[in-house]
């Protein structure tokens, strides 16, 4: 197992967290160091707010426990490319390096919509995708093939 594996099973774990609350399930970890310094899940639905996605979470844990909020030293692992938020996120956080499972064909915006990792701002994070990715896209057809279901029996 590859160290980008081992720390995606770490976000997948976020993920499922989600999923056990039926948010949609995307989890995400920093890591500075080899060590998680942040770690969030999807929490939109339960939190009722738009700001509650799994980047955000960890990178607003990372800040608040390494003291500020330039996170160039840490990388990103989450299950699913980030939507135009997320990438801001990292883009202002500083982050080094970012490494995801799944492509979002709808609103991924470091390859598969846009790649504003590419655009000229001051910062450019390294990226890495596809980690994974088999099993992370697998979580989420899980979690809306069950919503599916559900809304299917009580309609």
């Known amino acids: 197992m590859t160290i980008d594996e081992e720390f995606m099973y770490l976000a997948i774990e976020q ?25 969030g899940y999807n929490r939109r639905e339960t939190g009722k707010n738009a ?7 960890a990178i607003d844990e990372a800040c608040r426990k390494l003291g500020g ?7 990103l692992y989450v299950t699913m490319e980030p939507c135009p938020m997320c990438a801001g996120a990292i883009l202002n956080s500083r982050l080094k390096r970012v490494v995801y499972g799944c492509e979002d064909k709808k609103a991924g915006s470091v390859r598969s919509v846009i790649n504003l990792f590419d655009l000229p701002y001051n910062h450019k994070p390294e990226c890495t995708g596809g980690v994974l990715s088999d099993e992370c896209s697998e979580l989420l057809s899980d979690f809306f093939r ?9 309609g």
Request: charged share 30%; glycine share 6%; hydrophobic share 40%.
């Open 15 to 39: 993920a499922k967290s989600a999923y056990k609350i039926k948010e949609v399930p995307i989890g995400a970890v920093v890591i500075k160091d080899g060590e998680v310094v942040g770690a």
């Open 51 to 57: 700001l509650y996605h799994a980047e955000i979470i």
């Open 69 to 75: 909020w330039r996170l160039w030293q840490c990388e």
């Open 146 to 154: 069950e919503l599916r279901k559900n809304k299917k029996n009580s």
